[in-house]
Every structure is written in structure tokens, then in C-alpha cells.
């Protein structure tokens, strides 16, 4: 099954309106030789409302980076709530970054909920998941998988995948510039994937697993030819236009 790439940046907290501003020019000005490729940028929240104006018209969609597990809006300072992100123009939303698990104690059921809040306000939930490398030298990589896994299909069901994305991040590939060989990648997508299928066959089939992990220009190529493989969560490489651009076309070379 032909599954449409999707290659996402996550640009962290980085950026400001000047940078944010040239970032989006330059990913606009060569997005047009990605056509098959879904483009997606995830900016800070305080952002997202000038980024949306930045990308109107150019087909590039909008991401948060996270949202508040709440659904319904009220006292919880600090935080974002789904129909705020809904209603500057974001389409996705990241769930269960490693970065939100292991520095803000975020858990699988926190995650879980976040995921649900996220279809209920209308966003597409982006879940984050990945081993660390302790785990992966134990041989937990796929025991780790599937708990992050279960703990969303026990909360929201199967069915709710049908309108999502996995992100595959091993925890020691992001931002260490040690990226996880093609096989290792595929091997996790397809496993996820499998977990999938077992509950439901259609939806396994079409849901995009991206891999996440110090993708550059350099090694895009290789790492989605996987099978499994649909695309990319960016995180570093998508602060620059051109490399940014150089993995999308990366993207769009599997497309045809
Ligand atoms: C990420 O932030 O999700 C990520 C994969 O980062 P990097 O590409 O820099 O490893």
C-alpha cells in the first residue's frame, strides 16, 4: 500500500518572528519540487498563530510541538488547550516527544491523553515513541514499544489510529547526530506496525510511521526506503531551509 510521505520538522524552542519568517520562505520557495510529499512545520506555540500566516497558501501544514491533556479549558496556567492550537491553524499536534517524556515526567498515561484531547479538539495526534539505548542493549526495545503503544490503544481504541501518525524516535538517535542504521529503523516500523495489525489489518495498512533521529540530507534517502518507513519527524536538520528541503526530497524520490 502507497502511503503519502510525511515529513515533519519540530524545530523545538528555537526560533523568532525574523527567523521563523526566512525559515518559512525557504522551505516555500523549493516545496513545490516535494508535490507528493506532505510537508508539516511544528514551531513554539507563542508562533504558531505568525507561522500560520506564513505558510497560508503553500500547502505546508502546522504542528504543535505538545497540547494540554485537558479537554476542557480552564485554570491550568501555563498551558495550551487543543481548540486554542485548532483555532490558530495547527492540523497536527505532537504527543509523547522523549524530550517531553524524560525532562517533564510526561508518562504513558499522560501521553494517552493527550493523543485523545487531541482528536477531540480536531488535531491529528502525532505519538512520539522510542527506547533509549539502555534499553535497546537489554533487548527491551520492543517490549518499550508496545507499552507506549498499548497505553494509547487501551485509552482511545484502534479505531482512533485511523486518524494518526507514529512517530518512531529512538531516544539515542535525537539529536546525538548517531542515527539508527535503515534495518534498525525498518525493524521497529515494521513491528509497530505488526502491533497494529493485529487489531486492525486496514488501519495498520494506511496509518504513516515516520522515523525521527538525527535525519540529515545525507542519510533521508536511505532510511525511507524502509518498507515502514513514511517519512520523517525532523528535528535539527528542519531549522535550515535547504535541509530541510533536502530530506523532503528525499521523501519525494520514494513517492514516485
Ligand atoms: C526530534 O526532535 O524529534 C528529532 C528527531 O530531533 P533530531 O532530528 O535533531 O535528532
New binding site residues.
Given amino acids: 500500500m502507497k502511503r503519502t510521505y510525511l515529513v515533519a520538522g519540530?524545530w523545538?524552542m528555537n526560533g523568532s518572528r525574523v527567523a521563523n519568517a526566512a525559515l518559512v520562505q525557504g522551505i516555500r520557495a523549493g516545496a513545490g519540487a516535494c508535490k507528493d510529499v506532505e510537508l508539516l512545520v511544528c514551531p513554539p506555540a507563542v508562533y504558531l498563530e505568525s507561522a500560520a500566516q506564513l505558510v497560508a497558501g503553500s500547502g505546508i501544514g502546522l504542528g504543535a510541538q505538545t497540547l494540554c491533556e485537558q479537554e476542557k479549558a480552564g485554570a491550568f496556567t501555563g498551558e495550551v488547550h487543543g481548540a486554542m492550537l485548532k483555532e490558530v491553524g495547527c492540523r497536527y499536534a505532537i504527543v509523547g516527544?522523549s524530550e517531553r517524556r524524560a525532562l517533564y515526567g510526561e508518562s504513558d498515561a499522560l501521553v494517552a491523553r493527550k493523543f485523545r484531547t487531541a482528536q477531540a479538539c480536531g488535531l491529528v495526534p502525532i505519538l512520539?515513541v522510542g527506547e533509549t539505548l539502555q534499553q535497546r542493549e537489554a533487548n527491551e526495545t520492543e517490549r518499550v514499544l508496545q507499552r507506549q503503544l498499548d497505553a494509547v490503544v487501551d485509552l482511545c481504541g484502534i479505531a482512533a489510529f485511523g486518524d494518526a501518525v507514529i512517530a518512531y524516535?529512538p531516544v539515542w538517535?535525537?539529536?546525538?547526530g548517531r542515527t539508527a542504521t535503515p534495518q534498525q529503523a525498518q525493524e521497529a516500523h515494521a513491528f509497530l506496525r505488526a502491533q497494529l495489525a493485529k487489531r486492525d489489518g486496514r488501519i495498520a495498512a494506511s496509518l504513516r510511521l515516520l522515523y525521527?533521529?538525527?535525519?540529515k540530507a545525507d542519510n533521508a534517502r536511505t532510511l525511507f526506503e524502509g518498507p515502514d518507513v513514511d517519512g520523517g519527524?525532523?528535528?535539527?536538520?528542519s531549522l535550515k531551509a535547504d535541509e530541510f528541503l533536502a530530506i523532503a526530497a528525499a521523501a519525494q524520490a520514494q513517492s514516485i
Fill in positions: 519540530n523545538k516527544h512520539c524516535e538517535a535525537i539529536g546525538t525521527g533521529g538525527s535525519v519527524l525532523i528535528g535539527g536538520a
